[in-house]
Every structure is written in C-alpha cells, then in structure tokens.
C-alpha cells in the first residue's frame, strides 16, 4: 500500500530490513541519481529563499541599487568615459566622472546597520545627482556616479564586493564595510589596490594595525573608536564612585574590542574592572551573573550590540537588581527601546548626539545644524527613524564629496586614488559631522579630537533617550 | 534506568568535578552559587530534552537524523511573538493561549508536510540523502523565516506576567537562589508532555502502533500498521515538540529567525548522548548537556559555552557510541 511509486524498481519486502542491507543499497544506485538532484534543487531553492529573505531587510530602494550596478557593468570601462551626461547646469564644462563604490551590509545580520547607510547613501546620490556633480577647484563639473554592492554582513562577500567595486568597477573610493569584521576583510585589498576605503565600523584595528601601531595609508572612518566610549564609560563610572566595576562583552568582534578597549581606558582612570567575560548572541542563560554577584560588583558595563544586549540586561535585572546597568554605544538605535521597555528602563548608555532630539542639545553646541538637518533629510527620504548609522554614512559621503571637490581636472585611476587619498587627509579639517567633528591627519585617521563631540550620555527615560549632561552624572 | 558506569567514566567524571570546584573556588563559590548555576542549567535542559525527544521519535521510525528540528524551535517561537503582538482579542492571556495554539498547530503541520513532500518520496534513499534534504529543508525554513519576519529579534513577555500586575517575570527567590517563573513555568510542561507522551506509547493504540513501527518495520507491516502514516505521524510530532520548546523559552530571549541552529544542534547532542533511541535517555541527556554547560560555562569562561557540547558529543561517540544510558538492547513486545 505504501510502495505506489517505487514498486516497479523492487518486488521484494527485503528491502524494509535493516539499511546495511546490500542489495538494497545496489538497487538504489538508479534511484539514487534523482534523489541527489531533488536534494541538489531542493538545496538551491533554500539559498534562494534565504537570498530573497535578506533582500527584503534590505529596505528603501533596493532596485536603485541593482539599477545603477547594471548600467556600470555594461559601461565597463575604466575611468575615462567621455560621454557626457545630461546636466541642467548649462554653462559649467563637464569633465570625467567620478566613481564612489558603497559595499554596506544592506542584507544579512546587520542589516540594521546597513539599511540606514544605504538608505543614507541614496539620499546622497539624489542630492548629488540633482546638483549634477561636484565642482572642481577649476570650475569644471564632475558627475558622481554611485556604484551599491551588498556586502551581506559577510567578510567573505564584503572582500569580494571590495575587489568587484576596485578592479570591474574602477571606482575612486570605497565607502562602507558596515561591521568591524566586514571592514577588516575588506581593507587589505583596498591597500593592496591603492584605494581609498571610509569604514562606518566601529574598531580601532581598522585604521590602525594592531601590531606595527601604524595608521593604515588607505584606510579611514567616520565612526568613533571604542576606545572613545571606554573613555567617556570610564569617565561617568568614576564620577558615579563606583567601587567595584564588572564587564560583559557580546562574544563578537565587537564586543571583543570594547572589551579590551575598555580595560585600558579603565586602567587609566584608576578604575579596575573585577569580572569580565563574554556572552552569545542568542543566550538564554547567563551564568555570568553568578560570577559578578561572587566579585560584588556595583555597576555592569555590558558591550553588545542588539538584540543580545536586552537579553544580557534582563539576565542582570533578574539576578542582581541593584547593580546598575551601563550600555556602549553599539546598541544606540530604536530597536533597543522597543525590543523590552520593561528592561531598559533607566539604564544609561554612551551614544551619538544623533540619537537625542536636537532641540535637547545647547544651542552654542556646532553639531546642532547639521545634526537637525540630518535627521529631518533621512526621515523624509527613507520614512524611518534616524538613526547614528545612517549618520556614519552621512559623515563618510560627505568627506568624499569634499575631497572629490577638491580635485583638478585631469587626474585619472591611480593618481586620482591617490590625490583622493592625500585630500581626506587635508580638506576634512574641522568638518562637522553628525558623528563629531573631525580633523583627519597622517596620524589619525578618525579624527575626533574631543570625544564629546561624538559621543554623549543618554539614560532611557520613559521610553525614550534623554540626554544626561555631565553635571547630572552623580544623581 | 540503568547506569553500568565502567570504573573509567566514574574516574572522568571525579576529575571533572574536582576541576570544577578548584576552578569555582578561584571565584569564591559557595553551594549557593553552585545551586544557582545548576538551577539554570536545568531549566536549559529542560529544553534541549524536548528537542532531543523530537530527533528521537523521528529517528526510531525512520533512521533519519532530522536537522530540520531546529527550525520547528524557531516556528514556534517566531510563530507565538509574531500572533501575539497582533493583540487579537482583548485579553493578554487569551492571545498567549491562541498564539500558542496557532504556533503548536502550524508547525506541526510544517512537520506533517515536510514528511509527505520531502521525506516521502525519498524513503527509499540512502540515509545519506535524507539527512541533506533535512539540513536543506532547515535552511530553508529559516531562509523563510527570514522573508517574513526581517532580521530583528521578537518578544514574548514572561508567561506569569499575564497572572500578575508585575510588568516582569516574578521571580522566587528560595534560600538565596534564584528561580525565575518561567523556570517553573518550563518545568511544568516539559514533565506535563514527557508524562503525556509515554501515556501515549504505552497506553494508546496509535502509539503502541508507532512503537511496535519503530522497533521493527517489516514486522508492524505485516501486523498491518502503516509505516509510512507512522514516519508522518512522527515528524508530526518532532515539530509539535519542538514548538513547544520554542515557546517556552522564546520569553528566556529575544525569538530571532536564526535561533534555530544553536538549539537545535545542543538538541542533537542530548539524544546522541541518550543513545538517539530511547525517549528517557534523550531526556536524561538534554538535562545532563543543560547542567554541565552551565556549570562548565559559570567557572570557565562563558565564551567557550558551545565547546562543551561538541567535547560531550565526541566523548560519547568515542567512547559510548551506544550512549551513555543505553542498557542491553533487547526485544521488546509492544
């Protein structure tokens, strides 16, 4: 009754004995063949389904993305395209193109990271787009084509998408990366190739080689290092009079890096930190608040990005109720109050200023324009909240643009490269950003001189991120 | 249940032990801290015990090792939050109790499915084959998981927060431990199914059919039962098993679409360490796995959480490839 299909291969009940039987083995080698392609399609579809799930993460404008790397691929190529686009601005002379490659994490875990770059990143290339191009020094016009690959919160996809963007591209400069993994991945081949590459991750590692302790020719970034939250952590937790300080780090390149910034900006302050250890992702016991409650610790530092974050807190709340709970700044987004607000409630995190609403900041504070200008272009381009990543890709489109406009006409591949490369260098001086205001150097390749330009102290407060000025530190 | 522990595996197991506390004792544990490590442990257990029943039950009847199990965990977490955030009626409890039900009864059907289109037409197959149409299948599942509920993690509030005003979980708090509600809540229904179960097997036609299946097919053929409806049945469920698990600690984290993996796979080593035949020995091998993660995890470092079930799964495959609590297999009349 149960054979209908098979029943022709295999007259015999044998074959239901146990399944070292050889001779059912022999007679499966026919069958076998179509099984293994059913598996094979049935293997494919489930890639594609996955593909197709991340792209959906992928939010505003996925098909503006696809659009522009299409007609870059059948234009393939270098730099020296003469035809001239179609500008509005009649009397400016037009001269070549120039290529901006964006490889964020559009797709994959990060994806909450990476939509608002990319959405960012779009919003640049219509505002761009509508000006017609930069303009030289030389008064000449330049158009700006972007060109968006999906790194796919993925090191391997990230270095691959860098080597498509340098080399069948032939963009001038990198914008992305998204992740400290991602970045890390991505940026020996940028070196390799002579490109210039803005990271919006949050490592110190990605501008400057942890061994030789040499800032990275070609690399820069827009994000505050970590070592400006321990500083800014530091700061408050002795200003609190803490006696006995713990830490618990997300088990990723993230967390791992806060971890270990944190311990010297703690050292420096005099503090030390009694218990640390890491967590994962999708953890749903900590045994970690064992140790802390054993080492008799006031306040946690947790450094974790979201969701692990709320789980990690709510792990404390049960187990230790009165410690109190000190967030980095990898979870400064919406997600973080809206995830559990019976959490979060009146703990205090180190965020960017973009995070507060910009009527809250002091009116003599620089950022405040350009923060509140941000804020009401993202939300009207992309429908979402603002969020500091987006502020991130902001900042780093920014700096191209101003190191773009500061080119002569004429240059062309490698020495464009370069001369992209020395401007970051030399134009992003005192820039304000959403991020803070940056002075780039040989030296320094962030180029945030006072953390708190970058950085500020929020508590959640019914719900919503409150700013906490340093003169309420104590209460 | 028997336990012939060969001098050898006690000697491990004292060196383990003695490891542990020297370790502990570094960190000034005390027995209360030891108790507080192994409390939370078996409520993790508890878990991995109903995902290892459901490789159990499929594995008797159809000698598949069904890696999509770690998805019907996902479903039924995904499923719940996802229902219960729509506020369907009125009262809170009342949509926990729908969306639960929603969640129970899809995935189950995802397992029903799953047996008659996939696994099915494959039966005839070498193994081999059906364990990659089951890793494909879990990949899928969670490939549409995430087509349908995005990257971002969910929420389920703890259970007793429907029973309480207290927004939070309440928590007990006896002789200096702490036991969290949805511990006991875990507890309660994880012993309320095992009992259902084995009432099932023993005392119902359709299992003592689905038993006489698992131990010997040709035989329960001539007998007149219906493998094939068993081998449905079966999948059926290992789905419904694993939503349950699901369920119960979607409120323990925060459900995300690929929470399915890690669950699954710590499921996996439960009933390999049980023997992948015996109900009673997958259940004894999630709580064992729940307990010595934790307790590992509490005086090492928690990073290497993981490690220690991979080092359990090829301490047993090595050295108990029968699993630990397997006794003499013997003949059974059903």
């Known amino acids: 009754m149960e054979n209908e299909s098979e029943a022709t291969h295999d007259p015999t009940v044998g074959r239901d004995c146990a399944p070292n039987d050889s001779r059912q083995k022999g007679k499966d080698v026919k069958t076998k063949n179509v099984w293994y392609r059913a598996t094979v ?217 806060v971890l270990n910034t944190a311990s010297a900006a703690f050292d420096a302050a005099g503090l030390e930190i009694a218990f640390s250890d890491v967590f994962e992702r999708e953890e749903t016991e900590f045994p970690q608040t064992v140790s802390i409650g054993a080492a008799g610790c006031d306040t946690v530092v947790i450094g974790s990005l979201m969701p692990a974050a709320v789980n990690a807190n709510a792990a404390l709340l049960d187990a230790l109720p009165d410690v109190e709970v000190i967030h980095t700044s990898g979870i400064c987004n919406g997600g973080f109050l809206s995830l559990d607000p019976t959490v979060v409630e009146g703990v205090t995190a180190t965020c960017p200023k973009l995070l507060v609403p910009p009527d809250s900041l002091p009116d003599d504070d620089p950022q405040k324009s350009v923060l509140s200008s941000y804020r009401d272009a993202y939300e009207q381009f992309s429908g979402e909240p603002v969020n500091s990543f987006g502020g991130h890709a902001w900042d780093a489109g920014q700096w191209a643009l101003l190191a773009l ?63 906490l000025p340093e003169s309420d530190w104590a209460n | ?106 995935t189950t059907a995802v397992g029903v499915v799953t047996d008659i289109v996939f696994m099915r037409p494959i039966r005839k197959s070498n193994d081999l084959v059906k ?46 431990l702490l036991v969290k509600g949805q511990s006991i809540w875990i507890w309660l229904a994880t012993i309320t199914l095992l009992i259902a179960l084995s009432w099932f097997f023993t005392k119902t036609m359709k299992g003592r059919a689905f038993r006489a299946s698992a131990s010997n097919e040709l035989a329960a053929n001539l007998m007149g039962i219906n493998s094939v409806a068993m081998a449905t049945v079966a999948f059926g469920l290992a789905a419904a098993l694993g939503a349950v698990g699901g369920i119960l600690i ?35 091998g999630g709580i064992l796995l729940g307990v010595i993660e934790n307790v590992a995890a509490g005086v090492t470092k928690a990073g290497l959480r993981d490690i220690w079930s991979a080092v359990i799964l090829i301490l047993v495959l090595l050295y108990r490839p029968e699993g630990l609590f397997a006794g003499k297999r013997e003949t059974e009349k059903v």
């Open chain 1, 405 to 467: 406009g500061s080119l002569e006409d004429g240059l062309e591949g490698a020495e464009r490269r370069a001369a992209i490369r020395d401007a970051l260098e030399s134009e992003v001086d005192g820039f304000v950003g959403t991020g803070g205001v940056f002075t780039l150097s040989a030296d320094d390749h962030v180029g945030i001189v006072d953390t708190k330009t970058a950085l500020t102290t929020v508590r959640v407060v019914d719900g919503a991120f409150a700013p």
């Open chain 2, 250 to 284: 979607a409120p323990a984290t925060a459900p995300i679409y690929d929470m399915g993996l890690r669950l699954g796979l710590k499921g996996f080593v439960s009933a390999v360490t049980g023997g992948l035949r015996s109900v009673s020995g997958a259940v004894a």
């Open chain 2, 131 to 176: 364990i990659i149409v089951t890793v494909g299948l879990f990949t899928a599942l969670e490939g549409l998981a995430l087509l349908k509920w995005g990257p971002n993690a969910l929420r389920l509030p703890a259970f007793n927060t429907f029973l309480t005003d207290n927004p939070r979980d309440t928590n007990y708090r006896p002789f200096g």
């Open chain 1, 41 to 257: 399609t049935l293997i494919a579809a489930a890639l594609v389904a996955s593909a197709c799930g991340s792209d959906s993460s992928g939010s505003a404008g996925d098909d503006a993305s696809s659009e522009t790397s299409t007609s870059d691929v059948t234009g393939d190529t270098s730099s020296d395209d003469s035809d001239s686009p179609v500008t509005d601005d009649g009397d400016a002379e037009v001269g070549s193109t120039y290529r901006i490659g964006i490889a964020v994490s559009a797709t994959g875990p990060a994806s909450g990271l990476g939509a608002p770059e990319q959405a960012t990143f779009q919003l640049i290339e219509e505002q761009v787009t509508a000006d017609g191009g930069v303009t030289g020094p030389d008064g000449i016009l330049h158009p700006v084509e972007f060109v968006f690959l999906d790194n796919e919160t993925n090191p391997d996809a990230a270095a691959s998408s860098m080597s498509r963007l340098i080399t069948e591209d032939a963009v001038d400069i990198v914008l992305g990366g998204t992740t400290s993994g991602n970045s890390l991945a991505m940026l020996p081949i940028a070196t390799e190739n002579e490109t210039p590459f803005v990271s919006l991750a949050s490592a110190g590692s990605i501008v400057r080689d942890p061994e030789s302790g040499e800032v990275r020719r070609w690399i820069f970034k827009t994000v505050h290092i970590n070592d400006n939250v321990a500083e800014l952590v530091a700061s408050y937790v002795g200003a609190r009079g803490s006696s006995s300080v713990c830490y618990l780090a997300e088990n990723t390149g993230y967390g791992q890096d």
């Open chain 2, 1 to 106: 249940m028997r336990l012939p522990m060969s001098a050898r595996s006690a000697g491990i197991g004292l060196v383990l032990i003695a490891i542990i506390l020297r370790l502990g004792n570094g960190r000034g544990f005390g027995a209360t801290e030891y108790a507080q490590l192994t409390v939370d442990g078996l409520r993790s257990g508890s878990i991995y015990a109903l995902i290892a029943v459901g490789f159990v039950v499929v594995f008797n009847v159809t000698k598949v090792i069904n890696f999509a199990q770690g998805a019907f965990v996902m479903l039924g977490a995904m499923i719940t939050a996802d229902v219960y955030s729509r506020s369907l009626t009125g009262s809170d409890l009342l949509n926990l109790v729908i969306a639960a039900s929603i969640a129970i009864v899809l």
